[in-house]
């Protein structure tokens, strides 16, 4: 067979394969938002009739609230992370900056995966906080409001997804003897910002919770759908440990 019109089969099989990469991405994000609402029915549901989460909730609220009184200048710093370091917009934004790289290298499929993982996650806890409309803990002297309903934490999801982009996109540009500190750092990270929300007695326990399951949620099944354009195009599938996309380290990672 001529090599022009071997070309022209192997750009029709990449054309075909980014069809149903695009498909699989959007239905990816639509089965996470389907799932996310009667899992946080569910929770809420557990949360006002299982004594022993409810008790959970009020006591790791209570424990907290008194400490956050008691020691202003350490609730002055969980304020500067809550507020600033670890605020959605400041995830957002980065992760809008890597898309952004991602294009300039033309890794278009990966820039696509983030975009679509960082919007899905924010989408899908505007939807669950809205059917669920669970108040916010009412303490006396708070140091700390917060709008809106309460579950889930939207802090603790955009974390979630937010560290989930940054490590599978970054750990092939990482040596492998510093990807453990990153992971290390991610997981502090997502952990740290649950704890800020609870202890500033703006989010329950369990608020935080359902934010870090319904973010690995919506990144496993887009990491699905991206792996199967990888499977479609024959490249060979990759542990988490590698990142998504190994060949970004190459000139042209999705040639």
Same mark, same amino acid.
């Given at each position: 067979m001529p090599g022009a019109a071997l070309r022209r089969l192997a750009a029709e099989g990449r054309r075909q394969a980014d069809r149903r990469f695009g498909a699989r991405l959007l239905a990816a994000a639509g089965v996470a938002a389907l799932a996310a609402v009667p899992f946080g029915l569910l929770v809420v549901l557990v949360e006002g009739q299982w004594r022993p %989460?409810? !008790?959970? /909730?009020?006591? *790791? *609220? !209570?424990?907290?609230? &008194?400490? *956050?009184?008691?020691?202003?200048?350490?609730? /002055?710093? @969980?304020?500067?992370l809550s507020d600033w370091i670890w605020?959605?917009?400041t995830f957002r934004t980065a992760v809008a900056a890597l898309t952004a790289w991602l294009l300039h290298r033309r890794a278009w499929r990966l820039a696509s995966w983030a975009a679509v993982t960082a919007l899905a996650g924010g989408l899908i806890g505007v939807l669950v906080k809205t059917v669920v409309e669970r108040a916010r803990p009412a303490l006396e002297d708070p140091v700390a409001h917060a709008p809106g309903y309460s579950f889930p934490s939207g802090h603790a999801m955009t974390a979630t997804?937010?560290?989930?982009?940054?490590? @599978?996109? #970054?750990?092939? %540009?990482i040596p492998r003897r510093l !990807?453990? %500190?990153?992971?290390?750092? *991610?997981?502090?990270?997502?952990l740290g910002v649950g704890f800020t929300r609870v202890a500033l007695g703006v989010h329950w326990f369990s608020d935080v919770l359902g934010g870090w399951f319904l973010g690995l949620a919506v990144v496993a099944l887009t990491t699905w759908a991206f792996e199967?354009? !990888?499977a479609d195009t024959g490249r060979r599938p990759t542990p988490?440990? $590698?990142? #998504? $996309?190994? &060949? @970004?380290? $190459? /000139?042209a990672p999705e040639r």
């Open positions: %989460l409810r !008790r959970t /909730d009020i006591g *790791a *609220a !209570r424990r907290l609230h &008194e400490i *956050a009184v008691q020691h202003p200048q350490w609730t /002055d710093i @969980l304020h500067v605020d959605p917009v997804t937010s560290f989930a982009v940054f490590l @599978l996109v #970054l750990l092939p %540009l !990807r453990v %500190l990153c992971w290390c750092v *991610a997981l502090f990270s997502v199967a354009w !990888r988490v440990t $590698e990142g #998504l $996309e190994p &060949e @970004l380290t $190459e /000139d």
